[in-house]
């Protein structure tokens, strides 16, 4: 890790050094600064609390303009807790539900990036590693404190007939800050993506090889096919993965990754549907440790792991966009979930998840969240959470 940093500091020097023109060129539109403060609150069964967590999220940093072909990117990010009624995955509080946002001040990204004239380019240091929808893999934007990797990623652009994408991920800092046991995650991983337009839409091939060494059951290889085009006003998506032991992995199994959804777009409305399926074999649940979870399964993130006998969930959802409201545009949002085991012989329970948005100016955005969860006997927890956001992003 301090290797790949310090490389990247030793290519940025020059560039940044040379840029006496940065204030010529306009500096402060080259800033960048994200503010969230959130209210969560959490009430699940068989915790004598109520979580009641306010939180700040600040990121601060800044991106050169990019000179032939070079730009540097600098970002530090702090959390902090104005109320921690709550457990924070690093600090005890016996008793309180999870909210897993606990304080931390780091460098978020460190990376120099080049990319020339027909689109090829090369990114090197701390940064966000995102692949396809975040399914597999993202920097879980939800969460106070966002998923950073070490590593370097090559690009073809899109001027080529397939578009190819190759990471070496030799870090992962991980959301619960490098406090916590597992934080961060030494590796020697990679990950490759292959994408086509086809008539049916574009197709893709991916791969993700993650070796952890002080992480061994997350390690595994997962090789995939994605499919995901629009017809009229249909938009689809269709996802094929295996998933087997691979690296540091002490375990031995095979499964497989199923997502086939749809959703009807018309105007300022849409509303779908689909399932999604993670294998099980009893003893290992297709995992996907790198993804920005918070986005699939339900917003209650009840299956942050998937169970042993896997996780199948059926889902509708819907949004509706008022562009014309006052003060600002209003957006509303659903989602329905039934959970069971991948074979459906075991009942999990349901979530519905409901979300609005306002924007209250150019720079300026609230939102309020809920997600209730309705647990069969024998399953997860009951639990509700409520979020309230207001977002500074300039």
Known sequence: MKA???????????????????????????LILNMRLRYENVD???????????TLRTRFGFETPRRNGFSVLLEGENTAHLIDDFADTVTPNPGYPVVADPEITELNRAQISWRSETGVGVTLGRQWFVLGDQRFAGPVGFRQNSQSVDAIRITSGDSWPVTLDYTYIDRVHRIFGDDH????????????????DTPLGEVAAFALLLDFDNAPALSSQTLGLRLTGTHEAIAYRFELANQSDYGASTGDFDLTYLRAEADYRSGNLSIGGGIEVLGGDGVQGFQTPLATLHKFQGAADVF?????????DLYVRGSWRFP??????????????????????????SELDLVAGLAL????????????????AGGPADRTKIWLSLVFDY
Do not use: C, M
């Open 304 to 312: 942050l792991s998937t169970p042993a006998d896997g996780l199948r």
């Open 324 to 349: 014309d409201a006052a003060p600002g545009p209003v957006s509303l949002g659903f989602a329905w979930h039934d959970f069971a085991s991948d074979d459906g012989d075991i009942d999990y329970g």
């Open 361 to 376: 100016s150019e720079r300026l955005s609230a939102e309020a969240k809920a997600a209730v969860f309705d647990g069969d």
């Open 44 to 54: 699940q069964d068989g915790l004598a609390e109520t979580a009641s967590a306010l």
């Open 181 to 196: 046991p597992l934080g961060e995650l030494d590796s020697a991983s990679h990950a490759g993506e292959a994408r086509v």
């Open 4 to 30: 790949l940093l310090l490389a990247t500091a030793a290519l940025a020097a020059p560039v940044v050094l040379s840029s006496s023109a940065l204030a010529d060129d306009g500096l402060a539109d080259n």
